[in-house]
């Protein structure tokens, strides 16, 4: 396929946002009859899924300490439920089982729930803690947690099939995929909106620019030639830089995935864990005396999940590996804590150490300032999805934006703004051992 001289819609990148933009763009255009099928063009530099949302977890949540996060999640969760078959959902619900410094966080966003009818169920106390958890797995077996926030909807998506079958539904209403396309540059004209936007096949005039790039970012906002530093949230004197990178510690055991099953012989809902009790290995070696956090499912042939992210620093070289470059996949310490801390728990994983998996896995993420995401025009016709790498769940950002630009606003995305920086109204954050919580 030939690139277009002009196109309406031009969106950077085919992950969850960039095609779910393209999708509900495409769904809402036609229902206003401005559907003409050259509407709407997608460029990906490699190819459907290639970014971060082809090696995500997957993990569908709601337990969010930020009340904006809550309301949006809960718009994210009725789309994942709207086709669970193209979206490759599997809503099994979300566990979290927390230590003491997250039970006031984790019982506020239980009341948030209960406001919103949003289904879960609180527990606390360590004893209670222990029961509830036996109750669905009889082998639970850690000590020190103090609550339960168990959400009934929520769960995970198998991620590289979900987002083929956003693919498909947005060529279903006629928005164009092509990929091997890099965009390399842009047009700025004097009002500051992008007129051109050039790639290394040639170049397009646009209307309106869609930013969904992931990780790279940083790399696009260079490009757009907008200052990389903001106020800082934490030193209100100072500046700081916006983006800077995290390696995502995520990986499998490689064992009989219905290893993973409760009491009652069912699926199990998608477990977190946050705890400080140390951690040791199987032949009695400390490997981790400082606050955790885990999580786990059960994978297609594995078990499955992640651990607390790894800095990475202001720089970060992610071509030509993509996301999942070597210098950012797990190593042994990951799969030290991760599978001591699924023993800690779950008697059923003691011994489970020699099946650590030894393929390539996690990947990096670009965060905010303030680890919340930017959804915001970011030049007059230029509209950034930049998740904070929050968003493989955030399947519901793209229908926003694509409101925004038939011309409804968005309640929904207004607390992600830039300008949150500026005005000093960033996001509160809870006591969680993650970034994203
Ligand atoms: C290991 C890991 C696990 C994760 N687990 C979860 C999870 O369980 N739940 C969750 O909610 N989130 C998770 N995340 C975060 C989530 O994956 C990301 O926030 C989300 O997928 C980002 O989606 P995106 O569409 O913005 O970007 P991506 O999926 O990264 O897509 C961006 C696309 O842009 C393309 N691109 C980049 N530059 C250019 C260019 N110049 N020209 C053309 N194309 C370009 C890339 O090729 C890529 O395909 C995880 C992230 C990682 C790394």
Not at 35 to 45: H, P, R, T
Not at 68 to 82: A, G, R, V
Request: with cysteine.
């Amino acid at each position: 396929m030939a690139l277009p001289n002009k196109v309406e819609y031009l969106i950077i990148g085919a992950g969850v946002h960039g095609l779910s933009t393209a999708y509900h763009l495409g769904k809402y255009l036609k229902e206003k009859g401005q559907g003409e099928g050259n509407n709407i063009l997608v460029l990906d530099k490699t190819g459907i899924a290639a970014g971060a949302s082809g090696v995500a977890c997957g993990n569908v949540r709601c337990n969010y300490y930020q009340e904006p996060m809550t309301n949006l999640m809960i718009h994210c969760m009725d789309i994942w439920e709207s086709d669970p078959d193209y979206f490759a959902y599997n809503s099994v619900g979300y566990l979290t089982a927390s230590f003491a410094p997250m039970a006031e966080g984790l019982a506020a966003v239980y009341e948030r729930h209960q406001s919103l009818g949003y289904p879960s169920t609180f527990i606390e106390g360590e004893n209670k803690v222990k029961k509830y958890m036996q109750s669905i797995f009889h082998d639970w077996q850690a000590e020190k947690l103090e609550v339960v926030l168990h959400e009934h909807r929520g769960g995970h998506a198998w991620s590289k099939q979900a987002i083929h079958g956003l693919g498909i539904k947005a060529e279903g209403v006629d928005a164009r995929l092509m990929t091997g396309v890099k965009v390399t540059g842009f047009d700025i004209a004097g009002d500051g909106s992008v007129t051109v936007v050039h790639t290394d096949i040639g170049r397009v005039e646009v209307g309106a620019v869609v930013v969904a790039v992931g990780p790279w970012i940083k790399q696009l906002w260079d490009m757009l030639e907008l200052p990389r530093e903001v106020p800082d949230p934490r030193h209100p004197d100072q500046m700081t830089d916006l983006w800077h990178y995290l390696a995502l510690q995520e990986g499998e055991i490689e064992i009989n995935p219905y290893i993973h099953i409760t009491n009652d012989g069912q699926r199990p809902p998608l477990v977190h864990v946050d705890s400080d009790v140390p951690l040791f290995s199987e032949d009695g070696r400390l490997v981790w005396d400082q606050p955790w956090g885990i999580y786990f499912k059960r994978d297609k042939h594995s078990v499955q999940g992640g651990a607390v992210p790894l800095d990475v620093g202001l720089e970060c070289e992610l071509d030509p590996y993509g996301t999942r470059s070597p210098h950012y996949c797990v190593d042994d310490q990951f799969y030290d804590l991760w599978v001591a801390s699924l023993a800690h728990c779950m008697k059923r994983y003691e011994g489970t150490r020699q099946y650590a998996s030894k393929k390539p896995s996690g990947g990096v993420g670009a965060f905010s300032a303030d680890n919340f995401p930017v959804f915001d025009f970011v030049r007059p016709n230029v509209y950034a999805i930049a998740d904070s790498n929050h968003g493989f769940k955030m399947i519901g950002v793209g229908e926003q934006v694509a409101r925004i630009l038939t011309g409804e606003g968005s309640e929904l995305l207004a607390p992600f703004a830039y300008s949150r920086f500026a005005n000093r109204e960033t996001l509160p954050r809870s006591n969680a051992p993650f970034p994203w919580m």
